[in-house]
């Protein structure tokens, strides 16, 4: 279908509804975890890793505590292979389908704006053939030397960090990290945050 945009990595999402809508903005295999259900089948597992060795996997869960777990889950099952982890924002709303909102009252995959799904993706470097070279230089104390770990404000000052950069609040210090080597530099995080925190 044109318009899609095309991802070569695998993308894993919790259910077959984040898959719908993700299906809709872009052009990629993508695999459903069917929420906690993967703990317990050990052939999709199987799969998940093969793509993760073949072609790279993306890890798209949703910004909820559940969707934290399960990614976390998979983040110790996939030993081998490129794994790049794809974080949406928090954004409070019910889908369409649902009488009601979820427990914490975020959206999940399917509730997101294709745009926003685009971003994140496009944040993480999915889009490119090969990931962009980063110097993989964000550590816990350059995030301690920008006053977002381990200082008096720092929760305050990293949730502002992830509201600025459209990423969850729940995400940890070392979350955090993990996904700022995915799309900047230590030098590049210090001038962001002279910017705009």
Do not use: W
């Not at 890890?59 to 081998?80: K, N, S, V």
């Not at 979820?102 to 995959?109: D, F, R």
């Amino acid at each position: 279908m044109s318009g899609k945009r095309r991802v070569r990595p695998a993308i894993v999402v919790e259910g077959k509804y984040d898959k719908i809508r993700l299906d809709s903005v872009v052009d990629a295999v993508i695999l459903v975890t069917n929420g906690f259900q993967i703990y317990k089948n050990a052939g999709q597992l199987d799969l998940i890793r093969h793509y993760a060795k073949t072609t790279g996997v993306v890890i798209l869960t949703d910004a909820d505590a559940a969707g934290f777990q399960i990614r976390g889950y998979l983040r110790g099952a996939i030993a081998e292979g490129d794994v790049r982890h794809v974080y949406i924002p928090g954004i409070h709303g019910k889908e369409r389908r649902k009488a009601q909102p979820s427990a914490e009252g975020l959206l999940g995959v399917e509730g997101i704006g294709g745009e926003t799904l685009l971003a994140a993706l496009d944040r993480a470097g999915v889009f490119d053939e090969t990931p962009p070279d980063r110097p993989n230089d964000i550590t816990t104390a350059v995030l301690y030397a920008h006053g977002l770990a381990g200082t008096p404000d720092c929760t305050a000052r990293r949730r502002r960090l992830l509201r600025q950069m459209g990423l969850p609040e729940r995400l940890s210090a070392k979350g955090l990290c993990e996904v700022l080597c995915t799309m900047t530099s230590a030098a590049e995080l210090g001038d962001f945050l002279a910017q705009h925190i």
